[in-house]
């Protein structure tokens, strides 16, 4: 059987892992008696039925972390605790002991065939123009290839490179260290060892075909693979979903204030002075250790004015005695979803997903905002980011904590968790089903659709009027909800498209700040008693393609009374959405 290579690209380089360790047991049991009195190594390990050994480790984080000193007296070392170990202890907070870095080699091949990468080891790894190549059958790829694989940079596949634990986090890269070299990788059977099935089979497609004599050639990845994300169940607790405008903000600083480790914040927009009321939770969680990165999205003409506040925040955090905690990227992810990840100080990660622009608002529209518990739909969420960052400079720690969040959620919980008396079914909306979804809400409504929308755009009636025109044919309540006209569409443009929509059923209700209606700048679907959808995406402006996968993201709530307790929980927060004044207006 005569050899194959295909087109790989070798990388070399050394990152450094941080590793956390966590507060344990022995770790308070050890800070509670030497906040008693001062002990001895040998006094401990009596006291504390502790091996030596193991006390010494405990010990020695203890000190690097500041909560321990010891102290020579007439010759004899006894340990103490400091004052800021009492304070952790009488405050009850758990912090970080000690985070030891470590090189780490790592030896990888990109394999542009199927757009991932393998383990060095697990290939034959052969360069250019090396001898072996002459007697073998060459898969030549299209065009020359990157060196770094056609990414942006290498940093955007590390965490897929280093094998991480939960508590493990790229922190830098040795440049001088990256040897990145072009090749071929050796197929000698039928395809490679240690792959993802579906990986295998396309390997060994394009090997026996490029023996019958067909040289399939490599083809170049422009488009990311599709993402299928699956459908999740969870116990419901309508508590989780935030409607409201104040609300946002008490839920952004209990999250906050919650976390230990980490907190990511992704903002479409950025305004200074409402980041100003946020600030002192940013830096309270700062002043605990925790690491905070705040990210925005504006794109087209927007993108250059919020990229020089993002400039202005860095300067301000650059300048502030957590310069190493507080971190503003001042590239923009160039996407409309808005949602903040964050420790919840217990081991685990929560994420807050929904319509609220939190670097941006000053808290008094509605909004809608639902706190995500289960570990793979945060992941989920993790992996979108992911896909939605490509070409962004991020900093290497931020795309490896997004990896290991992955990864995280993947190995930690099946998809599914256990449900007490009431299980509601999630599943993520990505940018490209939104418009799938309203026709199957058009659909399926027997009783009532409710579409929400911050903007009315001149895309609405493409969007959703002609879906909602064939719901009304079905339903009692269709009503159509939004607070702002988008230019280049005027009022007269909106009258003209209620006098064509509204004799089809289609109940038009406008939330219009200028005549003091309470706005809403949540976007919601909700359809009978048992759907309803929460997303970043104006239903009634946004313009979508259908190879976009990433530029918003939603969440479709499916289960008993679900829809039902969503519109109590909106007509509590505003009880105009039924749309009598206007009736009362005409009247008048």
Not at 195 to 201: F, Q, T, V
Not at 276 to 291: F, I, N
Not at 312 to 325: G, H, I, P, Q
């Amino acid at each position: 059987m005569q050899t194959v290579f295909l087109p790989a690209v070798r990388w070399r380089f050394r990152a450094f892992v941080a590793r956390q360790q966590r507060w344990t047991v022995m770790h308070e049991a050890v800070l509670l008696k030497l906040i008693r009195e001062p002990s001895s190594m040998r006094e401990l390990s009596s006291q504390l039925s502790v091996n030596e050994q193991v006390l010494t480790a405990t010990m020695s984080r203890l000190m690097r972390a500041g909560l321990v000193e010891l102290l020579i007296e007439n010759e004899i070392g006894r340990f103490r605790a400091t004052g800021l170990g009492a304070d952790i202890i009488a405050s009850g907070t758990e912090p970080r002991v000690e985070e030891e870095i470590r090189p780490r080699p790592i030896n990888t091949v990109f394999l542009p065939l199927i757009d991932g990468i393998v383990r060095t080891s697990d290939v034959r790894f052969v360069p250019l123009k090396d001898s072996r190549l002459e007697g073998g059958l060459l898969v030549h790829p299209t065009k020359r290839m990157d060196s770094r694989g056609h990414y942006d940079t290498i940093y955007d596949r590390l965490t897929e490179a280093v094998r991480l634990r939960p508590n493990e986090a790229v922190r830098s890269v040795d440049p001088n260290s990256i040897d990145v070299r072009e090749g071929f990788v050796e197929v000698r059977h039928e395809t490679l060892p240690n792959l993802p099935e579906k990986d295998a089979k396309a390997i060994a497609k394009i090997v026996n075909a490029r023996r019958r004599g067909n040289d399939l050639k490599s083809r170049p990845h422009d488009k990311p693979h599709s993402m299928d994300l699956p459908e999740l169940t969870v116990p419901w607790n309508v508590d989780d979903l935030v409607v409201g405008g104040s609300r946002q903000k008490a839920l952004f600083e209990k999250v906050v204030d919650a976390a230990t480790e980490r907190i990511v914040v992704l903002s479409t927009f950025i305004d200074i002075g409402n980041v100003d009321q946020l600030w002192p939770t940013l830096e309270r969680a700062a002043e605990r250790g925790v690491s905070v990165d705040l990210l925005y999205g504006a794109a087209g003409d927007d993108a250059a004015k919020h990229g020089a506040r993002a400039q202005e925040l860095s300067m301000r955090a650059a300048s502030s005695r957590y310069s190493k905690l507080i971190k503003i990227h001042k590239d923009s992810i160039t996407c409309h979803t808005k949602f903040l990840i964050a420790d919840d100080g217990m081991g685990n990660y929560v994420s807050i997903l929904g319509s609220c622009n939190w670097l941006s608002t000053p808290f008094n529209a509605v909004e809608f905002s639902y706190m995500i518990r289960h570990p793979a739909l945060v992941a989920q969420i993790a992996a979108v980011f992911r896909r939605t960052s490509q070409g962004t400079k991020l900093s290497n720690d931020l795309v490896s904590f997004f990896g290991s969040l992955n990864r995280w959620g993947d190995a930690t919980i099946s998809t599914s968790l256990p449900t007490e008396n009431v299980g509601v079914k999630l599943k993520l909306v990505l940018a490209n089903e939104h418009a799938a979804i309203i026709r199957r809400a058009a659909t399926e409504a027997k009783k009532r659709l409710i579409i929400g929308s911050h903007r009315f755009g001149s895309t609405a009636e493409q969007a959703m009027l002609v879906a909602a025109a064939n719901a009304a044919k079905n339903v009692e309540d269709m009503r159509v909800i939004y607070s702002m006209i988008r230019k280049p569409q005027f009022r007269s443009d909106v009258t003209a498209l209620r006098k064509q929509y509204e004799p089809k059923g289609v109940k038009f209700v406008h939330l219009d700040p200028q005549k003091k209606r309470t706005p809403i700048h949540g976007k919601y679907l909700i359809w009978d008693k048992d759907n309803a959808v929460v997303t970043s995406l104006n239903w009634a402006s946004a313009t979508v393609s259908d190879e976009d996968q990433t530029s918003e993201l939603g969440i479709h709530f499916k289960g008993p009374e679900v829809g039902e307790e969503i519109l109590r929980k909106l007509e509590k927060e505003v009880p105009q959405i039924d749309g009598d004044f206007q009736t009362r207006a005409k009247k008048n």
